[in-house]
């Protein structure tokens, strides 16, 4: 029975943030969160200021793709000088799929981006806006590392990593925070995904011969 409840609980993982996913698309494509989404927007515009707007700014640009693609680049090629080729292939594939999910669910999704006020990055709204793109990728990175380290604070910096990134995007009025949780789902449940395929699976740090 044991060993039984160990094989369901990768499919469990899995299949919880999905179903969370899908609810929350229905719930979003239905226009039932918009009033939510609006009102922790304009609550953090509240804070707003011209240093504020700088210090976000950079803080924003941590969790895109020109920070994330090479972080994962670098990740990847700290595993592979290890030898553990699994698993820099496991990092690679999880943040690079997420990115391309979120690219096609962007456009079946075509979720314009808030206008509640003009944001301080310029021409953000040519991209839709659900699932949030920064908010996938840094999910993603965040798990891949916890699924490739040992250290039990590497969860935890990536989870904070992730918030920060998130209270980033919500500042500079880019993303409803729908938007961010329907993306920290799909970077986290992809990345899970690939960490699940049997021949990336073999050698995971975590796992004893």
Not at 197 to 207: A, K, Q, S, Y
Request: proline fraction near 6%; charged fraction near 10%.
């Amino acid at each position: 029975m044991v060993r039984s409840m160990n094989r369901q609980a990768p499919v469990i993982a899995f299949v919880w943030p999905l179903v969370a996913f899908v609810a929350l698309s229905v719930l979003v494509s239905l226009g039932v969160l918009d009033g939510l989404d609006r009102q922790i927007l304009e609550s953090v515009h509240q804070t707003a200021s011209p240093a504020a707007d700088e210090f976000w700014l950079k803080v924003n640009w941590l969790g895109g793709p020109f920070f994330v693609a090479p972080a994962t680049a670098v990740l990847a090629l700290i595993l592979a000088a290890r030898r553990q080729f699994r698993l820099a292939l496991m990092a690679a594939a999880g943040v690079g799929l997420s990115a391309l999910l979120n690219l096609g669910l962007r456009h079946a999704f075509h979720r314009p981006r808030p206008v509640l006020w003009s944001s301080p990055i310029l021409d953000h709204s040519f991209v839709y806006g659900y699932p949030g793109g920064h908010a996938t990728l840094v999910a993603a990175l965040a798990s891949v590392l916890a699924f490739s380290c040992r250290s039990k604070s590497v969860p935890a910096v990536g989870g904070l990593y992730v918030m920060i990134i998130g209270y980033s995007s919500l500042y500079l009025g880019v993303h409803y925070a729908t938007d961010l949780i329907a993306g920290w789902i799909l970077g986290y449940a992809v990345c899970f995904a690939v960490s699940q395929i049997p021949c990336l699976r073999e050698g995971r740090p975590d796992e004893t011969p």
